[in-house]
């Protein structure tokens, strides 16, 4: 089983800038390839992008390639998404999620573990 804790979401004016972090639990965190997600209120959970156990292979949707970023540090169980330029579009409540095979997806349902997740509401 593994926990993922969310935070650093909040209120931001456009073209600002936030940093997400999602601790994980598990002692075999680098067994795992990491992505985050998010949910806008009326709309589907959205991939935002993943990145493989060793940090090497990221991988973003169209949208936000340029202007997030996504890392890992191994050594404190934590994967990260930095959020430039942000639009009011990017508001939503973003999750992170853990997926044991190791490489980067972007399908919802292959990911195995759940953050609760954390807002983001960037204002205009």
């Known amino acids: 089983q593994v926990q993922l804790v969310e935070s650093g979401g909040g209120l931001v004016q456009a073209g600002g800038s936030l940093r997400l972090s999602c601790a994980a639990s598990?002692?075999?965190?680098?067994?795992?390839?990491m992505g985050w997600f998010r949910q806008a209120p009326g709309k589907e959970r959205e991939f935002v992008a993943a990145?493989?156990?060793?940090?090497?292979?990221?991988y973003y949707t169209d949208s936000v390639k340029g202007r997030f970023t996504i890392s890992r540090d191994n050594a404190k169980n934590t994967v990260y998404l930095q959020m430039n330029s942000l639009k009011p579009e990017d508001t939503a409540v973003y999750y992170c999620?853990?997926?044991?095979?190791?490489?980067?997806?972007?399908?919802?349902?292959?990911?195995?573990?759940w953050g609760q997740g954390t807002q983001v509401t960037v204002s205009s």
């Open positions: 598990a002692r075999t965190f680098s067994s795992y390839a």
């Open positions: 999620a853990a997926d044991a095979t190791r490489v980067v997806r972007r399908i919802a349902d292959n990911y195995d573990y």
């Open positions: 990145i493989d156990w060793s940090g090497r292979v990221t």
